[in-house]
């Protein structure tokens, strides 16, 4: 296995489908489109896990439709990381549970402790294919910019490590707070100490562009979102629109170097490209891959 893999935030983003730049003509079917990207990466972040619980036949689709040793990294259902999430996408089971003044909601960011954690174990349970196929690499906890240092945040991490024990878990911030003096010491420290990766961001909210590299796990996870500070803050902006950013070849060769480096540190380092702005991730996945073999030469 490379120690080093590159990839994108997705395969099925609508505007990369649309723009006719990556994809050939004949493949249209969601099947055709993994297959065709796992001939040019060997690893993926899925995104629309964000959104709903995915069922457990998505993980034996992914798993039967990749070669082997590609790897899946998904992110984690809003609901485990205190982002607003839709009532309707909550599965049935649990809906069942909840009280009506949330049911009455379109969304809602608290819910009862034990919806959540039985929504921790839905989410671990539907991707056992692929954990069991060695296709699953890190779960990706984004956590929103109100999501700040407190006691109940270290208790989440607490829960979620004690909910996904057999699994790698990877925590991006975007509250600033984490990643400065004095807070970093501390949150770098404790993710050490629990085994979870502190995702390495470039990203339009940290000052500089470029977060932090520490390793904290045996897994360094690399997030790339572009430099599109104007839109990002911008309030009517498509989403869309605010990752429409391509690197260029100095900027990631400034970041090849740190790569290379946080490697040199871990079993495994995954770099991938959300910038997904029609084929705007996927040629910043290629140039960073050949500037690290280049490196390696």
Known sequence: MERTRVGTASWTDKTLIESGTFYPRQVTTAEGRLRFYAE?????????????????????????????????????????????????????????ELPAAILEKAREKLFPKEVVEAAFDMFASALRPLKDAGKLGCLLFQFPPWFVPSTRSYAWFELMREKLSKHHLAVEFRNRSWITHPEQERSLAFLKDHNIS??????PWVKGWEGP????????????????????????????????????????????????????????TFVLFNNCYQNYGIKNAKNLQELLQQSSK
């Open 198 to 203: 502190s995702v390495v961001v470039d990203a």
């Open 40 to 96: 040019h990466f060997d690893t993926v972040e899925v995104d629309s896990t964000y959104y709903a619980l995915p069922p457990e036949r998505n993980a034996v689709l992914w798993a039967k439709r990749t070669p082997p040793g590609f790897v899946f990294h998904i992110k984690a259902y809003s609901m485990l990381t205190g982002h607003p999430t839709l009532v309707k996408s909550i599965p049935k089971v649990l809906r069942e």
């Open 213 to 268: 590299v520490a390793v904290t796990a045996g897994i360094a996870y690399f997030r790339f979102h572009g430099r599109n500070r104007e839109n990002w803050f911008k309030k009517g902006v498509e989403t869309v629109e605010r990752y429409r950013y391509l690197y260029n070849e100095e900027e990631l060769r400034k970041w090849a170097g740190k790569v290379i480096g946080a490697s040199n540190e871990t079993e495994q």
